[in-house]
């Protein structure tokens, strides 16, 4: 298997395996990190094989519809599904619209995100890194 010939399959392979593997101190760091491969990678070049796969179903891959602060563009938080969400997490992570919020034990607990179309989501860490071996996993199939 050549690397430039499956580029995108082996740089989620290898993704998958940073977020099952690492546990260090800069797990937050490397997360955000690789959001922006993760969430750009499946958008711009298979964005037909991200499943739309409805908010409450997400919560079976231990994704909380509670994360979804607002769902912009008058939309309701249930219209939304894992390929919007995808979208909109892509949108703010390029144009730089991403904040992390602390608890009382840690820095940085997770991150909130917002994209020009008034899409807003508070998603702990542990959820992003749910929501991104799910799709990581369910891309390679």
């Known amino acids: 298997?050549?690397?430039?010939?499956?580029?995108?399959?082996?740089?989620?392979?290898?993704?998958?395996?940073?977020?099952?593997?690492?546990?260090?101190?800069?797990?937050?760091?490397?997360?955000?990190?690789?959001?922006?491969?993760?969430?750009?990678?499946p958008h711009e070049r298979m964005g037909e094989l991200i499943p739309e796969i409805s908010i409450q179903e997400l919560e079976a891959w231990g994704f909380n519809s509670d994360c979804i602060v607002n769902a912009g563009a008058n939309k309701e938080s249930k219209e939304l599904n894992l390929r919007g969400i995808i979208r909109h997490l892509r949108n703010a992570v390029a144009h730089c619209r991403v904040n992390p919020f602390p608890n009382d034990h840690r820095p940085c607990e997770g991150f909130c995100f917002a994209d020009k179309n008034g899409f807003e989501a508070k998603i702990p860490t542990n959820q992003i890194k749910n929501l991104m071996r799910n799709l990581l996993e369910h891309l390679l199939k």
């Open 1 to 41: 298997m050549s690397y430039f010939n499956n580029f995108e399959r082996i740089f989620m392979q290898r993704s998958l395996e940073l977020i099952n593997t690492y546990n260090g101190e800069y797990e937050t760091t490397l997360l955000l990190n690789g959001l922006i491969g993760l969430l750009f990678f």
